[in-house]
Nanobody
Framework: EVHIVESGGGLVQAGGSLRLSCVVS????????IGWFRQAPGKEREGISC????????YWADSIKGRFTISKDNAKNTVYLQMNSLKPEDTAVYYC????????????????WGQGTQVTVSS
């Protein structure tokens, strides 16, 4: 059975940092691209970043480039999203998802999704 569990969200002041974790199980970690997405209230889901066996990190959203860093620990089947210099506009539910391919792609049809973790950035 596939499980994707995000953690690490919370309330932080603008300028602060958070590290999100995404622990996956039930499939071969190396066979999937793992992406981070977010959805703010009243907005569409937005692709943020992705990492895979052949991609050390792709960043899709211009607004997070230079502030967010994606990484993974293969031994722990875990992908991280380090978020620095957080802004109120980063407030959203952050989702981790797995795509059955080794190539990162920004689309809504990833095979498996987590339940999300709330990130709230106060001004």
């Amino acid at each position: 059975e596939v499980h994707i569990v995000e953690s690490g969200g919370g309330l932080v002041q603008a300028g602060g940092s958070l590290r999100l974790s995404c622990v996956v199980s039930g499939f071969t970690f190396d066979d999937y691209a793992i992406g981070w997405f977010r959805q703010a209230p009243g907005k569409e889901r937005e692709g943020i970043s992705c990492i895979s066996k052949v991609d050390d990190g792709t960043y899709w959203a211009d607004s997070i480039k230079g502030r967010f860093t994606i990484s993974k620990d293969n031994a722990k089947n875990t992908v991280y999203l380090q978020m620095n210099s957080l802004k109120p506009e980063d407030t959203a539910v952050y989702y981790c998802a797995a795509d059955r391919t080794i190539y990162c792609s920004n689309h809504a049809w990833y095979n498996y999704w987590g339940q999300g973790t709330q990130v709230t950035v106060s001004s």
